[in-house]
């Protein structure tokens, strides 16, 4: 099977049809990335084109010392990032949404065994992270959703490890308190 | 909210499928990406890729020339010869506005 690089050299001398490939590998993940920070599957979808898109221009750049999917994945997030940018200036102006019955339901709950789905949980932490700043969103949802490492996430935003750190602690404060708020609604 | 119930939270948003994408996605990307320009070789640099790398040195530089002829108008001025801008005057009147010209 021929690896990325193999790929990536063949695009680069002049095949472009064969960016295709690397959008049939690496799709999944962008999706997943994306999907964390846009529950809109359309919305997914174009910040996933938009990736792929930036990732075809600055394919120039990638010097391979790092491996492909990290690099691709970095762009995904800064796609995020810009997106979650624009749309807290939307949200600014349109209001909150509001929960459904479900995610209402075990907020409210007492019992250790209260079921929650996916989207019900989703639907939560969506609104409890609205409280946070896009940059602060990211740092939590890598740290404690996606369980990446200080040093991917400095990758990712581009921030030292010390300044990653404080917002992690920052956020994950604010966070509780957006969830407590929540809880009380 | 209790470390349990976020614990439960974080594990159900983990569990919680990503959207798949559409049977187009790809044609799409590719459409897009076949507007944009041919991709560019790591080291093969373009004139503006190059300018972009020495563009805080050619700024500094720029500035140094600026002040360093802003010193020698106002160091000439101040020594009584005539500075930059007489000159400029004189090569004006001189070559350019000639009394029969146009």
Not at chain 1, 107 to 127: C, H, P, Q, V
Not at chain 2, 21 to 43: D, H, K, N, Q, Y
Not at chain 2, 77 to 85: E, I, R, S
Request: glycine share 6%.
């Amino acid at each position: 099977m021929i690896d990325d690089a193999e790929w990536l050299e063949r695009i680069r001398n002049g095949a472009p049809d064969d960016f295709a490939e690397v959008i049939r590998r690496h799709q999944s993940r962008v999706f997943a990335i994306l999907h964390r920070y846009e529950r809109d599957a359309h919305k997914v979808e174009d910040l996933a084109q938009e990736t792929f898109v930036k990732a075809w221009r600055a394919l120039g750049q990638f010097d391979g010392r790092a491996p492909f999917e990290h690099w691709l994945s970095r762009i995904a997030v800064r796609v995020a990032l810009d997106h979650l940018r624009k749309e807290k200036r939307r949200q600014n102006e349109i209001g909150l949404p509001e929960l459904g019955e479900d995610a209402l339901d075990w907020l409210r709950s007492d019992d250790e065994k209260s079921a929650l789905d996916g989207r019900a949980a989703a639907e939560i932490l969506e609104l409890a992270l609205r409280e946070l700043s896009p940059a602060d969103r990211v740092v939590i949802t890598m740290q404690e959703i996606e369980g990446r490492s200080v040093k991917e996430i400095c990758a990712a935003i581009g921030a030292s490890g010390v300044a990653v750190r404080v917002r992690a602690v920052r956020a994950r404060a604010k966070l509780k308190r957006a969830l407590e708020k929540l809880v009380k609604l | 909210m209790n470390e349990r119930k976020w614990k439960q939270l974080v594990a159900a948003v983990r569990n919680e499928p990503a959207p798949v994408p559409s049977p187009e996605f790809e044609t799409t990307v590719l459409r897009a990406i076949r507007r944009e320009a041919p991709v560019a070789r790591p080291g093969t640099l373009s004139l503006f890729d190059q300018l972009n790398g020495w563009f805080p040195r050619l700024a500094w530089a720029a500035v140094a020339v600026i002040a360093l002829s802003l010193a020698t108008d106002w160091g000439l001025t101040a020594a009584g010869v005539p500075g930059l801008g007489d000159g400029m005057t004189q090569i004006s009147a001189q070559w350019l506005l000639i009394p029969n010209g146009f």
